[in-house]
Each structure stands twice: as C-alpha cells, then as structure tokens.
C-alpha cells in the first residue's frame, strides 16, 4: 500500500524557513526516486526538487539556493528545508515519486509565507 505523510509546514514570514517532512511507505520510497511538488492556489502543481539513491539531486529554478531536498533510506522519508521563504512559496507540498508519474497523492502540507 501506498502511503506519503507530509509534514511541517505553517506560517511563516518572508526569509524564513521551514523543514518539511514525508514519511513514505517502504514500497514507494525504496527504488525511486523521490522529489517534491507543489501546487499554488490557481495553478498546476510544479516539481520542486527531486533527489536518487545516490543523491543526485535537481533543484529547479525557484529552489536553487534557498532549498535543500535530501533523504534518508533506513527511515524511508524524504526532507525539504526551504530558507529565505518568499510569498511566491506558498502552496501545499506534497512529496511523490518521479517516475513513472504518481497516480495517487499524500494530503500534502500547506506552507504559508506571509507577514
């Protein structure tokens, strides 16, 4: 079965910053990999970042220098700290496989940039 728990999200204000958590079950989190989306309101959810089992990561644009994904195997779940938050940061995050494209979807974290 599979399951994704993410979180710590909450309010923060702009340049501050969260850790985000994903407690994924053994079966999705063991040979894939792993990343994070997010999904503003009015918009189609985007990948965030995405990190393999030898930690090769990708980060995209928006998250290059603020955020680091990472993971821990023995403990199947996947982080995100995200620094110096900006108001274009606020969505619910959610963490998911890569490939091949999730089907299914955890109920994600809200992360709220405001001051």
């Known amino acids: 079965q599979v399951q994704l728990v993410e979180s710590g999200g909450g309010l923060v204000q702009p340049g501050g910053s969260l850790r985000l958590s994903c407690a994924a079950s053994r079966s999705i989190f063991r040979f894939n990999v792993m990343g994070w989306y997010r999904q503003a309101p009015g918009k189609q959810r985007e990948l965030v970042a995405h990190i393999d089992h030898n930690n090769e990561i990708y980060y995209s644009d928006s998250a290059k220098g603020r955020f680091t994904i990472s993971r821990d195997n023995a403990q199947n779940t996947l982080y995100l700290q995200m620094n110096d938050l900006k108001s274009e940061d606020t969505a619910v995050y959610f963490c998911?496989?890569?490939?091949?494209?999730?089907?299914?979807w955890g109920q994600g974290t809200q992360v709220t940039v405001s001051s």
């Open positions: 998911n496989r890569i490939v091949p494209p999730p089907s299914m």
